[in-house]
């Protein structure tokens, strides 16, 4: 298939393309200064205090591509901005949301349950050594 039309050149309107661009980067930023809602509600006794601030802090940077890329495509700006808005209310409400949950159970976190995989290995490997 030729670029213009996917694009919104020749024809197309193109603002499908610009709205799941703009949802897709908001996602991207605050899984990148996250680990996910099903890991924050997990662990949220052991994280809480830091949790909502690296979310807010990929959204603020979420808004900042968003704004950029909606001033530079002028004629996409309203699916940039609403692809980038709806998917930072959804992601920002699954982490309020999983911070909640996981402050309100009582299941265990997996933080704390053992020694991670370099110190157990080390250990193994320093006792074979040894015998």
């Known amino acids: 298939m030729p670029v213009a039309p996917v694009s919104g050149g020749a024809?197309?309107?193109g603002n499908g393309?610009?709205?799941l661009?703009?949802?897709g980067i908001v996602y991207e930023i605050v899984a990148a200064n996250c680990s996910s809602p099903q890991?924050?509600?997990i662990n949220?006794?052991?994280r809480a205090s830091t949790l909502m601030k690296w979310v807010n802090i990929g959204v603020v940077q979420s808004v900042g591509f968003v704004v950029i890329a909606a001033a530079i495509d002028r004629k996409h700006a309203g699916a940039l901005l609403?692809?980038?808005t709806i998917a930072g209310v959804i992601m920002y409400g699954s982490y309020l949301h999983s911070m909640k949950a996981g402050l309100s159970s009582s299941e265990p976190g997996?933080?704390?349950q053992g020694p991670r995989l370099p110190s157990a290995f080390l250990s193994r490997a320093?006792?074979?050594q040894a015998g």
Do not use: M, P, R
Request: aromatic share 4%; glycine share 24%.
């Open 44 to 46: 949220a006794d052991k």
């Open 21 to 23: 661009v703009s949802a």
């Open 82 to 84: 609403a692809g980038g």
């Open 110 to 112: 997996t933080e704390g």
């Open 17 to 19: 393309v610009a709205f």
């Open 126 to 128: 320093a006792g074979n």
């Open 11 to 13: 024809g197309g309107n």
């Open 39 to 41: 890991t924050a509600e």
